[in-house]
């Protein structure tokens, strides 16, 4: 370490930061994904299916999220119709 | 009843037999009847480190498949009369290990001693998830560095959903954590995680901090623990956690790099 380096030595540097931010972020999804009931691919899969019976949707327009708060889990689903689907409803 | 801890991490090369040996010995010094268990059939290596691979005659799997009694496979300590090592089997595959029968050694065994300490191997196959099923206590190795840090979470959410305690809902398995290699200066630097990260991530309670040391490899190239080596930092800081573990309040040690002088680091050569 040199002359300059002692002086600057205050300043944030190194990789270990990066590190944390990295791991923070990895660790609470992996801990989302524990929590996370093993049926949702299944559910959201049978969703799209039913789905499609009425309305031609691909994979992407359903998703299916799961989330824990202290007392009580929710389940949001959220489903993007195409508009051409409201025709097929019209009367 | 003895206690029983795993010595677990996920991660390999993080010093869980390092860790088990010294733990072991610590907690046989202190006049613990302590047995020490090497799970990691195939690959054993906990009587290298105890250096009493010379005496290894029957193994776990031998007592497993009724081979051979749990009095025949235990080995005594020279150095130590409370201490006794199972070692495990060279030859056979992990699958050896049936739950049911390593609960029934596992049982056996808690009615002779205090405490019993397995060396869980890495990984989360079946060696691993068997040293952890029948747990009350959960010593997680961990290196500052992301991937032993990331393997120690997974293997959190495995403790409290795969073991015994968790399925039959009883009270948690008790979880520590111990962070090994660890290097003062670089964490200063900037350039390795401190125990703080750590511990805001895994958010555990600190057993220990082992620093970096030369004498954990001296210690192994010999077969001694290196909690025997009372003269290096290793030693002593696992001395500490032994305290520590058996509920004694006593400061951590090794966290500061060693201070050099103005001049010195300004001439650094």
Known sequence: MGLLDYFRSSQPKGSANV????????????????????Y???????????????????????????EQEDAHEVLELNIVLPEAAQQRFAP | MARIIVITSGKGGVGKTTTAAALAM??????KRTAVVDFDVGLRNLDLIMGCERRVVYDFV????????????LIRDKRCDHLYILPASQTRDKDALAKEEVGRVLEELSDGFDFVVCDSPAGIEHGATMAMYYADDAIVVTNPEVSSVRDSDRMLGILSSKSRRAENGQEPIREHLLLTRYDPRRVDNGDMLSVEDVQEILSLTLLGVIPESKAVLSASNAGIPVILDRESDAGQAYFDTVSRYLGEDIPHRFLEAERKGFLSRLFKG
């Not at chain 1, 049978?46 to 998703?63: G, L």
């Open chain 1, 19 to 38: 590190a944390k931010e990295r791991l923070q972020i990895l660790v609470a999804h992996d801990r989302a994904a524990r929590d996370r009931p093993s």
């Open chain 1, 40 to 66: 949702l691919p299944k559910l959201q899969q049978e969703i799209i299916d039913v789905i499609r019976k009425y309305v031609d949707v691909d994979m992407n327009a359903v998703s299916v999220n799961y």
């Open chain 2, 26 to 31: 610590g907690l046989a010094q202190r006049g």
């Open chain 2, 62 to 73: 031998n007592v497993i498949k009724q081979e051979a009694t749990l009095n025949q496979a």
